[in-house]
């Protein structure tokens, strides 16, 4: 009895001491969750985000400083082009036009004065020219009495001096001739007195024609002020200059509006928002990858159920610098004929870049595994969508064998679609077992 009992003991022994180890060895036994090798569709996708605005947005300002004293327009106001918006106060605007116009008459006063003295001096120099020529006459006809008188002179002379008349005759004769020459004499310097006069008569009227040019100008630099005075008076009404909807106002009633050194910014006006416009932020390493034309997805925040599509319009070559990143910006036309995308909204976009179809695939996971007890060194990671362009990498995959361990693979890799990553060429076969990760049984 004794002995069967020592052997039952010895028998429990055994079997607590096996069961421990069972249970041991099973709590630490690998499992392997793992996705069978297959075919299908990738694409690769460019991943960004953008802004939605419209495709015309006109700011609306005002060139002439004031107090804005009655508003016509509000947020959400459809306008036309010139419809009136707002008003500034016209009242300092109107003097100044009035102070133009007075400016203006009276230099158009002054050049009818400065014409007025041209024409006089146009009369005053063909009278002069009459009166010279008169006087010209005068001392033709002052010479010749002077020289008929020398003659009769000369002939006395010699006839007294023959005693065939008297001395008294002689002197008569003289006497005549002397009064001839002092007529010649005073109708040479009357004749010089003329041309005198018309000399200073010309110099007159060319200062006269000198002042009636200044005037004229004033007359042009008045006219100036006052279209300058009256367009600031009519920028008083700041109207629309596209037909559109307000989206912004920053402007109340009351406030004064200052342009002394930049327009104002008043209004700001959409044209059209059935049809509006994505500005995304495209990276450098993907700009490569974006071309004209192509058709994108995208969602708002707002809405992030919906999907929208728009088109690749312009790629735009001009680099944007922030803090070291460097973009580019595409612009893609979406419609919106119902209203619901709003400027401003941020877009979550997908470009669709590459496709290919019915090709083997695996997992991303898979690429990322690695056996716990494999030095061989770090984990080979898959391609990000800026890698995935020039030749293919070399990757390390493993799948189960037959005997449900993990068995290393290598394999060239091509493009990814985030979850998936096409697999080029390499030793796998469509089917087998791809290990994603390893976890531990209990």
Known sequence: MRIRQTILLGVAVCAATLGGWWYMHASTAKQYRTEAVQRGRIQSIVSVTGTVSALLTVQIGSQVSGVVTALHADYNSQVHKGELLAEIDPLPFQERVNQAQAALDSAKAAVDAAKATVQKSETDIRS????????????????????????????????????????????????????????????????????TTIDEMKEAREAAKVQQANAEAQVRQAQGALDSAKLDLEHCRITSPIDGIVISRQVDAGQTVAASFAAPNLFQIAQDLTKMQVDADIDESEIAKVHVGQVAQFTVDAMPTRTFEAVVRQVRESATNVQNVITYDA???????????????????????????????????????????????????????????????????????????????????????????EVVSGDLREGEAIVLQETHGK
């Open 331 to 421: 612009v893609m036309d979406v419609p919106n004929p119902d209203l619901v995308l709003l400027p401003g909204m941020t877009a979550n976009i997908r470009i669709p870049v590459q496709v290919r179809e019915s090709v083997l695939r695996v997992p991303n996971g898979a690429l990322r595994y690695k056996p716990a007890d494999d030095k061989a060194g770090p984990v080979v990671k898959p391609l990000s969508q800026s890698q995935q362009k020039g030749p293919q990498t070399q990757q390390t995959v493993y799948v189960l064998n037959s005997a449900g361990l993990p068995e290393m693979r290598k394999i060239q890799v091509g493009i990814s679609d985030g979850l998936y990553t």
């Open 128 to 195: 002069a020219e009459a009166t010279a020529a008169s006087q010209k006459a005068l001392v033709a006809q002052a010479l010749a009495g002077e020289r008929e008188a020398k003659i009769v002179a000369d002939r006395q002379q010699k006839l007294a001096a023959n005693s065939i008349v008297s001395d008294d005759q002689f002197q008569s004769a003289k006497a005549t001739y002397d009064v001839a020459v002092a007529d010649r004499e005073a109708s040479d310097a009357q004749a010089h007195v003329a041309e």
